[in-house]
Nanobody, 118 residues
Framework: QVQLVESGGGLVQPGGSLRLSCAASGFAFGAVSMSWYRQPPGKERDVVAS????????NYADSVKGRCTISRDNVENKVYLELNPLKPEDTAVYYC???????????WGQGTQVTVSP
């Protein structure tokens, strides 16, 4: 079955950096667009960045443009999210999402907490 496992979250100081990883299995990873979403405390889940199946194009939310990079490794079946510099408003649970075709829909990972605080 489809599995998405995020890692790399934690407590980071403002101005710092992080790299989140998502390990995918159970589907044809190289044929699927992937995204990172985040859900701040008390708010809705929103997209942060997306990447097409071959790695280009990529799209970013306005709130992270210029300090965020999404990338993927279609050999290792992983997608990454890098954020630098981090701001307190980046605090959220970050989710990896696979956009499966043929009407299957979006599949989600379990999420990883990122807290940006002094």
């Amino acid at each position: 079955q489809v599995q998405l496992v995020e890692s790399g979250g934690g407590l980071v100081q403002p101005g710092g950096s992080l790299r989140l990883s998502c390990a995918a299995s159970g589907f044809a990873f190289g044929a699927v667009s992937m995204s990172w979403y985040r859900q701040p405390p008390g708010k809705e889940r929103d997209v942060v960045a997306s990447i097409s199946s071959l790695g280009y194009p990529t799209n970013y939310a306005d709130s992270v443009k210029g300090r965020c990079t999404i990338s993927r490794d279609n050999v290792e079946n992983k997608v990454y999210l890098e954020l630098n510099p981090l701001k307190p408003e980046d605090t959220a649970v970050y989710y990896c999402a696979a956009h499966l075709p043929y009407g299957v829909g979006v599949r989600w990972g379990q999420g990883t907490q990122v807290t940006v605080s002094p």
